[in-house]
């Protein structure tokens, strides 16, 4: 099969993925080319959108390595169904080689479908000078808010803050909007705030600077604030850049509970968020959180981190939008999404990417066990939604008690007006 056909067939699939048909058409092109691996991804795409596809699911099963139902074979043989073990040791096999595995040669079979787990830095920092001399990660993030699932009121406030004055520089101008500003995004964890930070990043195509407290804190005297320094530079210096700090609670904690050398830390981001040593036109600053209430009151008051959203669990189209993005690649079988996300309300996105592993292993157990391989079922999906439960119970129980008791100023009245729908007292 001619692997410029296939390249062909595969972009015109990229600029068409809506096209069923056309999608199957390069699957079963892939499986008669020894490609199995990449037909399986297409073949749960049309899945996930028409579960009882009979030439999908045939696809899906010769790509796996069964043959297919009903279909005439004009090749060889295909291989048994059975997962095939280990040969067995003869006279003429060394001892050495009878346990030898080529975990190199598998790993080539893989490359081009599984990404690499981890990179590797060539360098270490200077133990003394720490990380004042290295560089920041600046990325271009792929994703729009055409990615993020649900969210309407976050993307329309996003919309009002940062995306309409940078589409529109003649009304920026005329109402004297300024483009800089800072958001902070709050809420139980797992339900996708980095994710939405990057899309605000890709919907603008900005920069993108991701920074955690391990990127600033340092032993020595100084350091951190100079870390911190640097990495504003840097977002300066690639505008328009989106800057999300992750975890602001624990760099920008509240000073009053800190000791001296931390409070120097906070002043620094109070600083660098003024813009005092250089301007911030053109940097925008997303900040998340799980506990708004242990951020430093200043860094909240207007010109910093002056506007709240409240990220909340998905809902239900939302939760079918991400269960359908962790099955894209997985193999699946006449799947009711809309059932499984009436089945898992209150869970967060992480939860359902769990939900989705822990389903894969159940049908993975099932095959190692009878030596057949069979796809993820609906059984499978409705199984793991039992067993894994929403994480967000327990921060909605802290959170009830900060919107009932300490929401003096009104702050916390879109998460006291969901804990009453919720019915959570």
Not at 150 to 166: I, N, Q
């Amino acid at each position: 099969m001619s692997d410029a056909l296939i390249n062909s067939l595969a972009a015109a699939v990229e600029a068409r993925p809506d096209d069923l048909t056309l999608r199957l058409h390069l699957a079963e092109m892939l499986v008669a080319a020894g490609r199995g691996a990449e037909a399986i991804g297409h073949a749960a795409q049309v899945l996930a959108r028409e579960p009882g596809n009979a030439t999908a699911q045939q696809l899906m099963t010769r790509a796996l390595g069964n043959p297919a139902p009903d279909v005439p074979q004009q090749s060889p043989p295909q291989p048994s169904t059975t997962v095939p073990g280990p040969p067995a040791p003869t006279a003429e096999t060394p001892k050495a080689d009878r346990k030898s595995v080529d975990w190199a040669a598998m790993e080539g079979q893989f490359e081009d479908v599984v990404p690499p787990r981890f990179a590797r830095s060539d360098g270490e920092p200077d133990p003394v000078r720490g990380h004042e001399d290295r560089y920041f990660d600046v990325e271009r993030s792929t994703v729009t808010l055409a990615d993020v699932g649900g969210m309407a009121d976050v993307k329309k406030r996003l919309e009002v803050s940062f995306l309409g004055p940078l589409r529109n520089p003649k009304l920026r101008t005329l109402f004297g909007k300024s483009l800089r500003g800072g958001l902070l995004l709050y809420g139980p964890p797992g339900c996708g705030k980095t994710f939405l930070a990057r899309a605000v990043a890709g919907e603008m195509g900005a920069s993108f600077i991701s920074l955690s407290i391990t990127d600033v804190l340092n032993m020595w005297i100084g350091s951190s604030e100079r870390n911190l320094h640097d990495l504003f530079e840097s977002a300066r210096g690639h505008a328009p850049c989106v800057l999300f700090l992750d975890e602001i609670d624990a760099l920008g904690h509240k000073r009053s509970q800190l000791q001296s050398s931390m409070r120097t830390v906070v002043n620094q981001l109070l600083t660098e968020l003024d813009g005092v040593d250089g301007g911030n036109d053109g940097v925008f600053v997303l900040a998340a959180t799980n506990a708004p209430w242990d951020v430093d009151a200043a860094l909240r008051r207007p010109g910093r981190l002056d506007r709240t959203v409240l990220v909340l669990p998905p809902d239900r189209e939302a939760r079918a939008s991400i269960l359908e993005y962790h099955l894209r690649d997985r193999p699946v079988a006449g799947i009711d999404l809309d059932a499984v996300a009436a089945a898992t309300e209150h869970h967060s996105g992480a939860d359902l990417a769990h939900l989705c592993e822990t389903a894969a292993e159940y049908a993975m157990r099932d095959s190692i066990a009878s030596g057949e391989i069979r796809m993820i079922s609906q059984a499978d999906m409705l199984a793991a939604a039992k067993e894994v439960r929403p994480s967000t119970d327990a921060w909605f129980s802290t959170a009830r008690n900060v919107a009932m008791f300490a929401n003096e100023s009104g702050e916390y009245d879109d998460l006291a007006a969901y804990l009453k729908k919720r019915k959570i007292r």
